[in-house]
């Protein structure tokens, strides 16, 4: 098996050109160079470069071992890149939980920065709302949450309010009746089914006036909604991506209704660098 260090002199003989060229660039010395990309050749029994000109070229079997080469070099170098942050104590795997009511554009782009600078870690996405996210980062299952804005939380977990809001409003598929009415009320709204979520963990924490289909999913709560099962409560951003046109908004006094969100993570199983990193981009 090559070294790295044959395996790199190969390499950079090969794009920079010359034996002397890919010397410089490494700081070694020419014959050291050549010397490696020979003892290659002979393990690998194979011609890599076409000596017959005044610079070497690649021969057509020094093409493809190029591109093998190039991918184990690449490979190596995230497999120590990897090994240096584990040493250091970052997570093996990060697990965010996070609530369809708004679509972050600080989230977003914080990922983009998370894949470049952690490019090997696992990170596992939840989607969850309510006391269901609240349950994941107290068992440990998610390292953090990002969950419409509470009045209280439990005292083993941390909240931060994030720099971004979102719009809840009452949506109906537009054959419903409620769209026939001039105006609408709470008292028209209770005369027809609420579609409302529901969390897993606390189904009946609050109990609803007349008919009621519930849900742990706004995406199911919008399905319902335009199947014409009832009226919900929907985040806007929700609607105006996925609804396809086919729900109304109500104009009913109080909503639509500003949500916030707040970061969550837990004092007990607190997250580590990786995720310690990304909840800093999104407090920024």
Same mark, same amino acid.
């Given at each position: ?69 190039? #991918?184990? +070099?690449? !490979?190596?170098?995230?497999? =120590?890149? $990897?090994?240096?942050? &584990?040493?250091?104590?970052? @997570?093996?795997? %990060? ?59 439990? #005292?083993? +977990?941390? !909240?931060?309010?994030?720099? =971004?809001? $979102?719009?809840?409003? &009452?949506?109906?598929?537009? @054959?419903?009746? %409620? ?106």
């Amino acid at each position: 098996m090559a070294s790295q260090e044959v395996l790199l002199a190969f390499v950079e003989a090969a794009t920079q050109g010359s034996f002397s060229a890919a010397a410089r660039k490494l700081g070694r010395s020419q014959s050291t160079v050549s010397a490696a990309v020979a003892s290659l050749e002979i393990d690998l029994d194979l011609i890599l470069f076409d000596r017959s000109s005044r610079k070497p070229t690649l021969t057509p079997a020094g093409h493809v071992m190029l591109q093998r080469a190039e #991918a184990i +070099l690449a !490979a190596t170098s995230r497999l =120590e890149m $990897t090994a240096r942050q &584990l040493a250091q104590g970052v @997570e093996p795997k %990060l697990t965010v939980a996070i609530s369809d009511t708004y679509q972050s554009a600080r989230f977003e782009a914080a990922l983009v920065g998370f894949e470049q600078r952690y490019p090997d870690l696992e990170l596992e996405c939840l989607i969850a709302e309510c006391d269901d996210l609240i349950e994941l980062v107290q068992r440990g299952r998610a390292h953090l949450a990002f969950a419409e804005k509470q009045g209280s939380y439990p #005292a083993d +977990l941390v !909240a931060a309010t994030v720099a =971004e809001r $979102t719009d809840i409003a &009452l949506f109906v598929s537009r @054959e419903h009746p %409620l769209t026939r009415l001039e105006q609408v009320d709470q008292a028209s709204l209770e005369q027809h089914r609420e579609l409302r979520l529901a969390t897993i963990v606390n189904p009946y924490d609050s109990r609803a006036k007349g008919r009621v289909w519930s849900a742990p999913s706004y995406l199911m709560l919008m399905e319902m909604a335009e199947m014409g099962f009832g009226w919900a409560p929907l985040p806007r951003w929700l609607v105006a991506r996925f609804g396809n046109g086919s729900l109304v908004e109500l104009t009913v006094r109080g909503w639509p209704r500003p949500v916030y969100v707040d970061a969550l993570w837990s004092r007990i199983h607190p997250p580590g660098p990786a995720g310690s990193w990304l909840l800093s981009k999104m407090l920024e």
